[in-house]
């Protein structure tokens, strides 16, 4: 089984700044991996998937970079609906492996 | 446009048998490269997959979890049902409905059920 590691767990940043997440597979996943934003309550939401492209009606403030092994979101500009908890997953292998999650919080 | 919505107890004992059903709408399960699939998330943890049924009615499961979980598909009725035998505390989790084509992400979830596990 493919493990994803993420870092940093919490991360704490302020309005307006540019956040990075990074996500790492044990073994290569090619390009097959998305990442989701999970808001308390409520259920994830596709923001990246392929490694770079936007799922619909993603803002473009959100970018995805990487393949292989390592990976990136960036998040340009936080807004204050960007704070959330965020999860890489791999869809290389069964089953479709998630990381630990990184919550970006208010700094 | 796509929704899914799960159905089932919220509470069950340990050793009891779970019983979830996703109903969906806005696409067939006959349709080809379509998949339902049921992902967990714990209390304040991490998601887990936990098993997928793909339109040609091939089924994968998590490794972890094979020998307790059955998903089976319902065409007609725009169902699938997953069952979990031997239920502990530790499966205390929402239970996610999610849509997945085949070789590609995860892209409707429904909006989750907890199901807590306690006698």
């Known amino acids: 089984e493919i493990v994803m590691t993420q870092s940093p767990a919490t991360l704490s940043v302020s309005p307006g700044e540019r956040a990075t997440l990074s996500c790492r597979a044990s073994q290569s996943v090619s390009s097959d991996l998305a990442w989701y934003q999970q808001k308390p309550g409520q259920a994830p939401r596709l923001l990246i998937y392929g490694a770079s492209t936007r799922a619909t009606g993603i803002p473009a403030r959100f970018s995805g970079s990487g393949s292989g092994t390592e990976f990136t979101l960036t998040i340009s500009s936080l807004q204050s609906e960007d704070f959330a908890v965020y999860y890489c997953?791999?869809?290389?292998?069964?089953?479709?492996?998630f990381g630990q999650g990184t919550k970006l919080e208010i700094k | 446009q796509i929704t899914l919505k799960e159905s089932g107890p919220t509470l069950v004992k340990p050793t009891q048998t779970l019983t979830l059903t996703c109903t969906f709408s806005g696409f067939s399960l006959s349709t080809s490269r379509v998949g339902v699939g049921w992902i967990r998330q714990p209390p304040g943890k991490a998601l887990e997959w936990l098993a997928i049924n793909y339109w040609d009615d091939d089924k994968r499961y998590s490794p972890s979890l094979k020998s307790r979980l059955t998903i089976t598909k319902d065409t007609s009725k725009n169902q699938v049902v997953l069952t979990m035998t031997n239920m502990d505390p530790v499966d205390t989790a929402t239970y996610y409905c999610?849509?997945?084509?085949?070789?590609?992400?995860?892209?409707?979830w429904g909006q989750g059920t907890l199901v807590t596990v306690s006698s």
């Open positions: 999610v849509h997945r084509p085949a070789k590609a992400a995860t892209d409707y």
């Open positions: 997953q791999q869809y290389n292998n069964w089953p479709g492996t």
